[in-house]
C-alpha cells in the first residue's frame, strides 16, 4: 500500500517604509515570489543545503530587473542581505507558516532604489560563506504593479517574509490517525526542516497519531536523510523500515505509523485482510472448568464456532464468548492498562504536588508504555497509606488482578502492599483471597468504582525512575562510591536493591574510585584475633576484624559469645533423648548414626 501526503507551499513579502522621526508608514508593497530549485533540491537531495536545515536565515535585498524564475540562482543585482528574526511560526489545518523579519535602519543603503528581495540559506565553510536564494520576488503595489523603493536616510524599512504550507492529512485512510497540526512534521520539515524518526505503534487507542510521541509500546529508528528525493515530481520517499522477526514480538498493535506524520489503525482489512484460524485446541474437559482462553486476539464477532467431540456446539445456549478478555494476561484485559498518572480519575501518591523536573526526563510510573516528558514528571514522589495510588473509574469494574508492570516493589515490602476497594470513595474494604507471584497480586473478584493501593504504614518513595532514588540517596551513592565502597555495601547502607544501585551506578558512570584507607587506633582497634591494627574505611561502618579469615576464626573458638536466639528443642525419633540444636527447627534425629538407623532401618552407610 502507497501512502501519500501532499502539500502545496507559496510566499510572500510584505515592505512597510516608516518615517524614523515620526512613526508613520510612507509606503508600503508586496511580493508575490516563486520558490527557486535551490529549496526543492535542498529538501529532496540535499543539494546545495542539507534536507532538514533552515532554509530560511536571511533576506536579501537587490535593485535588480527582471522576471523572477526557479531557477534564479541569485538576485538580478545584489545589493544587501540580513539574518531574519523569526516573528513567529504558526501550526493550523489546513495551512501552517513560518514569518521572518529585517529591518533596514535610517543609516543604511541610502540612495539605493530597492526592487527586488528573496529568502536565503547559508552554509559555513572552511575558507568562505556561500548563501542560497530559496524564494525570489520582485516588489509591487496593491494593484500588481512593480515599484521601487527609494531608500533615504529618513526612511526605517521592514522587510517581512511568510512562508505557506498548506495540507490536509489523508494519506492513512479514513480510519488512519493523524497528528495534531503543531506536531505535524510535514509542516515543521518544510517550514524548518525539523523531521520524525522512528516509526511507532501502540497497543491502545490514542486519538492523533502524535500522541505516540509518549504512549508507544514499540518503535524503530529510520534515517529521515536516508530517503530518496525526485526533484521531477517533487516527491520524497521515506525509507523502508522493517520489524525484524526478532523485535518488538508478543504485542498487539491498534496503530501502526510515523507519529508526526500519521498512522493506520487496526483491524484494516484493507492493509491486513483477515485470516481464518482452525482446529485451535482451547482445552481438554474435566466435568468443572467452565471458561477456556483462545489465546487468539482481535477475534471477529460471530465468527467463532466451538466443537466439542467434533459436535459444533450452539453460540448463546452452549457457550459465549468473551472477545474483550480471550488472551490470558495481556495489557487489554487490565482496566488501568492504557492510563497515566494525569488520566481523569487517577492520583499517584503526591505526585500532583510535586514539581516537574527541567532537566531530566522522567517516566510516568502509572504507564505500561515508554512515556517520558521533561516538563510534566517530577524526580520522585511519595506512595503512603496517606497518598496511595487511588482510580476512580468513574463506574464499577471488576477486578480480580493487579499487576505492576514497570515499576518494583522492593522485596523487603511485597507483603506489605494493600489492595482495597470502595464504593462511596469513604469506606474502605481489603481485597480477600490475595496470593502473590512475583508483581502480580491475584485476589477475590470484586466489583467497584473505587481502588487504591499502597504500602501499608510505610511513606516509602516508589519511584519515577532508578526506584524513584530522592536527590538525597543518589547524591549519597556518589559519595560513598567515591570512597570506594562496592555496591552491596551502598545497597546495606540505603536500604535498596543492589542491583538497582549497580544500574544507576553504571548508567551514571560512578565507576568509584579506590579509597584511600586510614588506619584509625582507638579502643579496641586492634584485631581481637591476630593483634594487628583494623583498617577502616573513612564513611562506613567500623570494623572489628581485619579481615574475613580472622572475624570466622574467632567466632568459631568464641561459641559462648554468639546470641543464639534460635536455639531449638527436639526429641530424637530414633533413640528418644532430648537435644537441641541452633538455626534448625526441623532437625528429627540428634546424630549422624541415628540418622542412619532411623533413615535406612539400621542398614549399612557406605
Given at each position: 500500500m502507497k501512502i501519500q501526503e501532499r502539500a502545496v507551499l507559496h510566499n510572500r513579502f510584505d515592505v512597510k517604509v516608516v518615517d524614523a522621526a515620526s512613526g508613520k508608514v510612507k509606503q508600503t508593497a508586496v511580493g508575490f515570489n516563486v520558490i527557486t530549485n535551490y529549496y526543492f533540491n535542498s529538501r529532496l537531495t540535499a543539494s546545495p543545503l542539507s534536507k532538514t536545515t533552515d532554509l530560511f536565515r536571511y533576506i536579501a535585498v537587490g535593485t535588480g530587473t527582471g522576471t523572477p524564475a526557479v531557477t534564479d540562482t541569485a538576485l538580478f543585482t545584489h545589493l544587501t542581505r540580513k539574518a531574519v528574526t523569526t516573528l513567529e511560526t504558526v501550526y493550523e489545518y489546513p495551512t501552517s507558516y513560518t514569518t521572518k523579519q529585517i529591518k533596514l535602519e535610517a543609516t543604511e543603503c541610502n540612495g539605493s532604489t530597492i526592487t527586488e528581495v528573496a529568502l536565503e540559506g547559508y552554509y559555513s565553510g572552511t575558507w568562505s560563506d556561500t548563501y542560497y536564494i530559496m524564494s525570489h520576488a520582485m516588489l509591487q503595489d496593491s494593484e500588481g504593479n512593480q515599484i521601487a523603493i527609494a531608500k533615504t536616510d529618513t526612511d526605517v524599512v521592514y522587510i517581512t517574509a511568510t512562508f505557506y504550507a498548506t495540507c490536509t492529512p489523508s494519506g492513512f485512510g479514513t480510519n488512519g490517525v493523524y497528528p495534531t497540526a503543531d506536531n505535524n512534521y510535514l509542516f515543521r520539515w518544510l517550514l524548518t526542516g525539523s523531521t520524525d524518526s522512528y516509526v511507532r505503534f501502540s497497543r491502545f487507542p490514542v486519538e492523533y497519531s502524535s500522541d505516540m510521541n509518549v504512549k508507544y509500546h514499540g518503535s524503530k529508528s529510520y534515517s529521515f536523510s536516508g530517503g530518496t528525493g525526485n526533484t521531477t515530481t517533487y516527491q520524497y520517499d521515506l525509507p523502508v523500515t522493517t520489524f525484524l522477526d526478532s523485535e518488538c514480538n508478543n504485542r498487539l498493535v491498534k496503530h501502526l505509523g510515523v507519529a508526526g506524520v500519521g498512522a493506520f489503525t487496526f483491524p484494516n482489512h484493507e492493509v491486513f485482510p483477515p485470516y481464518a484460524v482452525d482446529?485451535?485446541?482451547?482445552?481438554?474437559?474435566?466435568?468443572?472448568?467452565?471458561?477456556?482462553?483462545?489465546?487468539?486476539?482481535?477475534?471477529?464477532?460471530?465468527?467463532?464456532?466451538?466443537?466439542?467431540?467434533?459436535?459444533?456446539?450452539?453460540?448463546?445456549?452452549?457457550?459465549?464468548?468473551?472477545?474483550?478478555?480471550?488472551?490470558?494476561?495481556?495489557?487489554?484485559?487490565?482496566?488501568?492498562?492504557?492510563?497515566?498518572?494525569?488520566?481523569?480519575?487517577?492520583?499517584?501518591?503526591?505526585?500532583?504536588?510535586?514539581?516537574?523536573?527541567?532537566?531530566?526526563?522522567?517516566?510516568?510510573?502509572?504507564?505500561?508504555?515508554?512515556?517520558?516528558?521533561?516538563?510534566?514528571?517530577?524526580?520522585?514522589?511519595?506512595?503512603?497509606?496517606?497518598?496511595?495510588?487511588?482510580?476512580?473509574?468513574?463506574?464499577?469494574?471488576?477486578?480480580?488482578?493487579?499487576?505492576?508492570?514497570?515499576?518494583?516493589?522492593?522485596?523487603?515490602?511485597?507483603?506489605?502492599?494493600?489492595?482495597?476497594?470502595?464504593?462511596?470513595?469513604?469506606?474502605?474494604?481489603?481485597?480477600?483471597?490475595?496470593?502473590?507471584?512475583?508483581?502480580?497480586?491475584?485476589?477475590?473478584?470484586?466489583?467497584?468504582?473505587?481502588?487504591?493501593?499502597?504500602?501499608?504504614?510505610?511513606?516509602?518513595?516508589?519511584?519515577?525512575?532508578?526506584?524513584?532514588?530522592?536527590?538525597?540517596?543518589?547524591?549519597?551513592?556518589?559519595?560513598?562510591?567515591?570512597?570506594?565502597?562496592?555496591?552491596?555495601?551502598?545497597?546495606?547502607l540505603l536500604g535498596i536493591g543492589k542491583d538497582t544501585i549497580k544500574s544507576y551506578c553504571q548508567r551514571n558512570k560512578l565507576r568509584g574510585e579506590r579509597a584511600a584507607h586510614t588506619t584509625i587506633k582507638n579502643a579496641g582497634g586492634l584485631c581481637p584475633q591476630c593483634g594487628k591494627p583494623v583498617v577502616q574505611i573513612p564513611g562506613m561502618k567500623p570494623r572489628r576484624f581485619c579481615s574475613t579469615e580472622c572475624r570466622v576464626a574467632w567466632w568459631n573458638t568464641h561459641q559462648d559469645h554468639v546470641s543464639r536466639k534460635a536455639v531449638y528443642a527436639f526429641t530424637c525419633e530414633t533413640c528418644g533423648h532430648s537435644f537441641t540444636a541452633y538455626g534448625n527447627q526441623h532437625r528429627k534425629y540428634c546424630s549422624h548414626d541415628c540418622y542412619i538407623a532411623g533413615r535406612f532401618k539400621g542398614g549399612a552407610s557406605v
Amino acid at each position: 500500500m502507497k501512502i501519500q501526503e501532499r502539500a502545496v507551499l507559496h510566499n510572500r513579502f510584505d515592505v512597510k517604509v516608516v518615517d524614523a522621526a515620526s512613526g508613520k508608514v510612507k509606503q508600503t508593497a508586496v511580493g508575490f515570489n516563486v520558490i527557486t530549485n535551490y529549496y526543492f533540491n535542498s529538501r529532496l537531495t540535499a543539494s546545495p543545503l542539507s534536507k532538514t536545515t533552515d532554509l530560511f536565515r536571511y533576506i536579501a535585498v537587490g535593485t535588480g530587473t527582471g522576471t523572477p524564475a526557479v531557477t534564479d540562482t541569485a538576485l538580478f543585482t545584489h545589493l544587501t542581505r540580513k539574518a531574519v528574526t523569526t516573528l513567529e511560526t504558526v501550526y493550523e489545518y489546513p495551512t501552517s507558516y513560518t514569518t521572518k523579519q529585517i529591518k533596514l535602519e535610517a543609516t543604511e543603503c541610502n540612495g539605493s532604489t530597492i526592487t527586488e528581495v528573496a529568502l536565503e540559506g547559508y552554509y559555513s565553510g572552511t575558507w568562505s560563506d556561500t548563501y542560497y536564494i530559496m524564494s525570489h520576488a520582485m516588489l509591487q503595489d496593491s494593484e500588481g504593479n512593480q515599484i521601487a523603493i527609494a531608500k533615504t536616510d529618513t526612511d526605517v524599512v521592514y522587510i517581512t517574509a511568510t512562508f505557506y504550507a498548506t495540507c490536509t492529512p489523508s494519506g492513512f485512510g479514513t480510519n488512519g490517525v493523524y497528528p495534531t497540526a503543531d506536531n505535524n512534521y510535514l509542516f515543521r520539515w518544510l517550514l524548518t526542516g525539523s523531521t520524525d524518526s522512528y516509526v511507532r505503534f501502540s497497543r491502545f487507542p490514542v486519538e492523533y497519531s502524535s500522541d505516540m510521541n509518549v504512549k508507544y509500546h514499540g518503535s524503530k529508528s529510520y534515517s529521515f536523510s536516508g530517503g530518496t528525493g525526485n526533484t521531477t515530481t517533487y516527491q520524497y520517499d521515506l525509507p523502508v523500515t522493517t520489524f525484524l522477526d526478532s523485535e518488538c514480538n508478543n504485542r498487539l498493535v491498534k496503530h501502526l505509523g510515523v507519529a508526526g506524520v500519521g498512522a493506520f489503525t487496526f483491524p484494516n482489512h484493507e492493509v491486513f485482510p483477515p485470516y481464518a484460524v482452525d482446529h485451535l485446541v482451547i482445552g481438554e474437559g474435566d466435568g468443572a472448568t467452565t471458561e477456556f482462553s483462545m489465546k487468539c486476539p482481535l477475534i471477529q464477532s460471530g465468527t467463532v464456532r466451538i466443537f466439542v467431540n467434533d459436535t459444533e456446539m450452539t453460540e448463546g445456549t452452549d457457550y459465549t464468548v468473551d472477545l474483550e478478555n480471550n488472551c490470558g494476561d495481556w495489557y487489554e484485559n487490565y482496566h488501568t492498562a492504557a492510563m497515566t498518572c494525569k488520566s481523569a480519575g487517577v492520583s499517584f501518591g503526591d505526585f500532583a504536588s510535586k514539581t516537574p523536573s527541567s532537566n531530566n526526563s522522567y517516566r510516568d510510573p502509572l504507564a505500561w508504555w515508554s512515556c517520558y516528558d521533561t516538563t510534566v514528571y517530577p524526580s520522585s514522589c511519595t506512595v503512603s497509606d496517606v497518598n496511595p495510588i487511588k482510580i476512580d473509574f468513574g463506574t464499577a469494574k471488576a477486578c480480580n488482578t493487579l499487576k505492576i508492570d514497570i515499576l518494583t516493589v522492593p522485596t523487603a515490602r511485597l507483603d506489605t502492599l494493600k489492595i482495597q476497594y470502595s464504593t462511596n470513595d469513604a469506606d474502605w474494604t481489603d481485597v480477600l483471597g490475595i496470593s502473590r507471584t512475583g508483581q502480580v497480586w491475584k485476589f477475590t473478584e470484586v466489583s467497584a468504582r473505587y481502588w487504591r493501593v499502597f504500602l501499608s504504614g510505610e511513606g516509602k518513595v516508589l519511584g519515577l525512575e532508578d526506584n524513584l532514588m530522592t536527590n538525597e540517596q543518589k547524591a549519597k551513592i556518589a559519595e560513598l562510591r567515591s570512597k570506594g565502597c562496592g555496591y552491596k555495601a551502598i545497597a546495606d547502607l540505603l536500604g535498596i536493591g543492589k542491583d538497582t544501585i549497580k544500574s544507576y551506578c553504571q548508567r551514571n558512570k560512578l565507576r568509584g574510585e579506590r579509597a584511600a584507607h586510614t588506619t584509625i587506633k582507638n579502643a579496641g582497634g586492634l584485631c581481637p584475633q591476630c593483634g594487628k591494627p583494623v583498617v577502616q574505611i573513612p564513611g562506613m561502618k567500623p570494623r572489628r576484624f581485619c579481615s574475613t579469615e580472622c572475624r570466622v576464626a574467632w567466632w568459631n573458638t568464641h561459641q559462648d559469645h554468639v546470641s543464639r536466639k534460635a536455639v531449638y528443642a527436639f526429641t530424637c525419633e530414633t533413640c528418644g533423648h532430648s537435644f537441641t540444636a541452633y538455626g534448625n527447627q526441623h532437625r528429627k534425629y540428634c546424630s549422624h548414626d541415628c540418622y542412619i538407623a532411623g533413615r535406612f532401618k539400621g542398614g549399612a552407610s557406605v
